[in-house]
T-cell receptor, first 114, second 111 residues
Framework: ELKVEQNPLFLSMQEGKNYTIYCNYS?????LYWYRQDPGKSLESLFV?????AVKQEGRLMASLDTKARLSTLHITAAVHDLSATYFC??????????????FGQGTILTVHP | NAGVTQTPKFQVLKTGQSMTLQCAQD?????MYWYRQDPGMGLRLIYY???????DKGEVPNGYNVSRLNKREFSLRLESAAPSQTSVYFC??????????FGQGTRLTVV
């Protein structure tokens, strides 16, 4: 059974600081996704990581994937209040040409304060 | 381009009542999914459909049925609602090498 664990689950950051959210998973996969969710809203796609060593950046967020270590990181640079949200990683359990059965981590609730 | 559309957005049911959650996507994706979200547990897969005409159980299928009506539509049915099915339900679709696109969610309360 695939398990996906995020840490920390709660993160209170000061504006301007840097921090990293970690996503560990238990079985082989080379597809990992990061999503953002605002309270009462749907999930918004942030990054799709499809191969070992993949690194993607968008604004103050950067995601990376190490399939050998079964680890993805979401790095936040110089946090601003607008980044306050819940962040999920999700791992695709299926392999080969199959895809899409995502297993989600528990989510990291990020609060950025002045 | 509407993406993934779910109806209804909110619903209150009495224990034992039935209802169907509707989902439609206009992105011509082959695969569609139903997830439920409960506090502190992320999203869990209920059922999925890899392509038109096929459906399979996910992680938490008990108490639910699904229908892949055509390539666009994938419905989720609760035959006899229970309080344990109180949750937020999300429909999603995706295609190869893309991320999953999620609907706006249905907040269901069973009393």
């Amino acid at each position: 059974e695939l398990k996906v664990e995020q840490n920390p689950l709660f993160l209170s950051m000061q504006e301007g600081k840097n921090y990293t959210i970690y996503c560990n998973y238990s079985t082989t996969s080379d597809r990992l996704y990061w999503y953002r969710q605002d309270p009462g809203k749907s999930l918004e796609s942030l990054f799709v990581l499809l191969s070992n060593g993949a690194v993607k950046q968008e604004g103050r967020l950067m995601a990376s994937l190490d399939t050998k270590a079964r680890l993805s990181t979401l790095h936040i640079t110089a946090a601003v209040h607008d980044l306050s949200a819940t962040y999920f990683c999700a791992v695709d359990r299926t392999g080969g040409t199959s895809y899409g059965k995502l297993t989600f981590g528990q989510g990291t609730i990020l609060t950025v304060h002045p | 381009n509407a993406g993934v559309t779910q109806t209804p957005k909110f619903q209150v049911l009495k224990t034992g009542q039935s209802m169907t959650l509707q989902c439609a996507q206009d992105m011509n994706h082959n695969s569609m999914y139903w997830y439920r979200q409960d506090p502190g547990m992320g999203l869990r897969l209920i059922y999925y459909s890899a392509s038109e005409g096929t459906t399979d159980k996910g992680e938490v299928p008990n108490g639910y049925n699904v229908s892949r009506l055509n390539k666009r539509e994938f419905s989720l049915r609760l035959e006899s609602a229970a309080p344990s099915q109180t949750s937020v339900y999300f429909c999603a679709s995706l295609d190869v090498n893309t991320e999953a696109f999620f609907g706006q969610g249905t907040r269901l309360t069973v009393v």
